[in-house]
């Protein structure tokens, strides 16, 4: 069995905000950030680099030029998507060996391209109904941390 390994794959991500706040998440998880272009704001971003406040060092961030690049550069993990329209929840996922958590921007969510090649790997959070989505950022959180639940918080237990 791989060891549990948790990367954060935003696909397109057009908030920088929110891409701030999924990093800082990133860093205080121990998960790998990666954003794939093309993304709707600078690296340099002011509104980026605040909402990440002075974590930036603590997170490994990798840019890919597409969701193919990313994924031949991770052949081997578990990629669970998510999407406000998936019939399974996140509670269904089994996060083990190395898992890729993928989540479109916020505007589309995730392309059916993406969606057809991985057949009953997407998920989503439930809600109540009428509410059609939640903050990325927010989304991003609740799940990063139901992977490290899964797993015993490997390096972040006290």
Known sequence: MDLFSLDVVLHEPAIP???????????AAGAKLHLIKPLGFFLSSRHLKRAGLDYWPLVDVAVHPSFDAYLSSRPEANVCLFSAKAVRTYEDIRCAGPVSLVFGNENDGLPGSIVDRFPGRSFRIPMKPGVRSLNLAVAASIVIYEALRQNGFPGIRD
């Open 17 to 27: 905000q929110n891409a701030g706040n999924i990093a800082r998440t990133c860093a």
